[in-house]
């Protein structure tokens, strides 16, 4: 059977996504999930939903979605494009902009899916290292100025930190590429990125429902870019990437400004009591501008995390762990409700 496939893709490894336990009653703080219920205008849509439309293949732009997606940002409709979760999204603009002459840049340590995506592609990847404190090295490498697309993960996972926006914008103007900002967990943060799309022609921001909308389940994703990108896009995405449902659900959600604002102050308020909770335990804590945290377990022991999270997934707790020189001494830990919360803390 090898022989059918291409030798780049049986020598590669793909994509390892969080545990998803099968048993009940696991605490799960390893995929970053918000652990409070979306707007309850979804549920009375869902509960008169009318299965005879499913019949019906949904709009194939997402027409209305971006309509509203576009008045929230105070954008155009052709400024945004809509995917099957922000996956989609990063899927469609690697397939856009590299292949095996075009190389991809990245960070590392960041979100892990990248490179696999480049892989597929049989792109080169320039991988560029963050420094110990995980802020962006002062001197960029030209070669990663100089790839089609720079990927950057803004705040940054899975080390919870933010990147001063003057960096942002001095990648951006030095490129020559395409650079696209991942702010999956953008509304968690001080900060984004969106005002810098009308002076940076290249600039991509990304965004998912899945986070602050407590929709991971739905697969929702969008980007919001210039006409020309949105376009070019556009030729690559599936016919009907977004489902007819999802498509409803998401224009709910995006309307419920109190829900989200709600969800969004009670992540926050949890965020600075895990970390505060951690600390005094004398975990070394990044300062998170996410929905979860990076903390390294007291003692010079790098072994030290990966002993922390078989405890913990001992005692029914799931957070992650990446192996590694650096991340492998860090555990990233979802920020859950204030019950889940106190039972992490009282097992650490």
Do not use: W
């Not at 419920?256 to 009670?266: A, G, H, Q, S």
């Not at 762990?321 to 555990?331: A, E, M, R, V």
């Amino acid at each position: 059977m090898k022989s059918f496939f291409r030798k780049d893709i049986l020598e590669m490894s793909g994509y390892v996504p969080g545990e998803q336990p099968k048993e009940k009653g696991i605490v799960k703080l390893n995929t970053n999930e918000n652990p409070f219920p979306p707007s309850r205008k979804i549920k009375k849509y869902l509960s008169t939903l009318d299965i005879g439309i499913l019949r019906l293949y949904p709009n194939p732009e997402s027409c209305e979605l971006r309509k509203i997606i576009a008045d929230k940002f105070a954008v155009k409709e052709s400024n945004v494009i809509v995917g099957n979760g922000s996956d989609d999204i990063l899927n469609m603009i690697v397939r856009c902009c590299t292949d095996k002459k075009k190389t991809m840049a990245y960070f590392d340590p960041s979100y892990s899916l990248y490179p696999v995506l480049a892989e597929i592609q049989g792109t080169e990847c320039v991988k560029i290292s963050l420094e110990k404190d995980f802020s962006i090295p002062t001197e960029i490498p030209r070669k990663g100025l100089d790839s089609s697309l720079f990927m950057i993960t803004r705040p940054n996972a899975p080390t919870s930190n933010s990147f001063p926006k003057k960096r942002i914008r001095e990648i951006c103007s030095k490129s020559k590429g395409i650079v696209l900002v991942d702010e999956a967990y953008a509304d968690f943060a001080e900060d984004d990125c969106i005002d810098l799309l009308g002076k940076y022609k290249n600039l991509v921001i990304c965004r998912t429902l899945s986070k602050s909308y407590s929709l991971a389940g739905i697969r929702l994703g969008f980007a919001i870019a210039s006409e020309e990108i949105i376009s070019q896009m556009m030729k690559v995405k599936d016919s009907y990437n977004v489902n007819r449902i999802s498509q409803e659900i998401a224009k709910i959600a995006i309307l419920d400004n109190e829900n989200f604002e709600r969800n969004i102050n009670l992540i926050k308020s949890n965020r600075k009591f895990l970390i505060d909770s951690l600390r005094k335990k004398g975990f070394k804590v990044i300062d998170s501008q996410t929905n979860f945290v990076f903390a390294a377990p007291p003692g010079k022991s790098g072994k030290n995390a990966k002993e922390t999270y078989l405890h913990l997934k001992k005692n029914r707790v799931l957070v992650r762990y990446f192996p590694g020189k650096t991340t492998g001494k860090y555990l990233r830990i979802t920020v859950g409700t204030k019950l889940e919360l106190d039972k992490l803390i009282s097992l650490i």
